[in-house]
DNA sequence: TTCACCTGTCAGTCTCAACTTACACATGAA
DNA sequence: TTCATGTGTAAGTTGAGACTGACAGGTGAA
């Protein structure tokens, strides 16, 4: 998995940093399911599980996507995207590295006079 | 870094998931400081900052110890302990299955006899 | 004494994610 | 029609974490 910046590492971390997230993707962990059965199975209710749902899509952790089923309804399977993030030091200090390089970039925020290049110090 | 449960994941990405901690884990990566220090060079209030370093800490992601500088002021230093956390699903897999594995050893809750050996699988 | 540093903690406020309840809307089967 | 199944969303409540401000205590130096 490619460099995160700060921001994305962030959104990932949260998604994975609680507990009824830790779940799901255990559970998907054993095959695609869709939206209701999966409420079922945790014990949640749906509107809850969809919070959830959407955070991890977000993040890039689970992938959904609707299909119609043989008796016509349409069901929503989630299915677990394949992630691998290695966290220490060094992964921080590349996306707080990559996040100066963003703002340089987008060329906004900071009126370019931050020291352009070398850590300040 | 060696297997964690889920509780010590989740107590590890909460500790990590987060701006500011982000932004202390960088500082304190160019050498270990002082609380008061730390906090005038992230422009964060004191309590606060002490707020995130006890997070930090009980996470085991930064270590503090109190020291005498030369002219008697007590100073609180931190540092940051090393750790290194890859994250996919067999390491979220691995947790929930030490969940079980200490359910059983704890033997409480799940009146659960004494397994005889072995884990269940 | 007063000042400028530091540590440590408490009592609040505020904000936002998490969670509940309820709705509108489909389908196929009884 | 009614029921059981599903999706999708829009309210609300709540609770925990984040954050502020103020305090009590210590030191050495002017």
């Known amino acids: 998995m490619q460099a995160m910046n700060s921001e994305e590492l962030l959104a990932f971390l949260a998604a994975v940093g609680h507990a009824q ?21 945790l014990g949640v209710s749906r509107p809850l599980l969809y ?9 890039g ?23 691998d993030v290695q ?3 060094d992964t921080i200090l590349t996306a707080a590295r990559l996040d100066g390089a963003d ?13 352009p290049k070398g850590t300040p110090q």
Chains 1, 2 share one sequence.
């Open 51 to 59: 919070m959830h749902l959407e955070r991890l899509e977000k993040a």
């Open 87 to 89: 966290l220490n030091v």
């Open 21 to 41: 997230r830790l779940r799901i993707i255990t559970e998907l962990a054993t095959g695609t399911l869709y939206v209701s059965e999966l409420a079922r199975r």
């Open 61 to 83: 952790l689970v992938i959904g996507r609707l299909e119609l089923s043989d008796d016509g309804k349409a069901l929503k399977y989630f299915e677990l995207a394949p992630f």
């Open 103 to 115: 703002a340089q970039r987008d060329g906004s925020g900071e009126a370019g006079k931050h020291s």
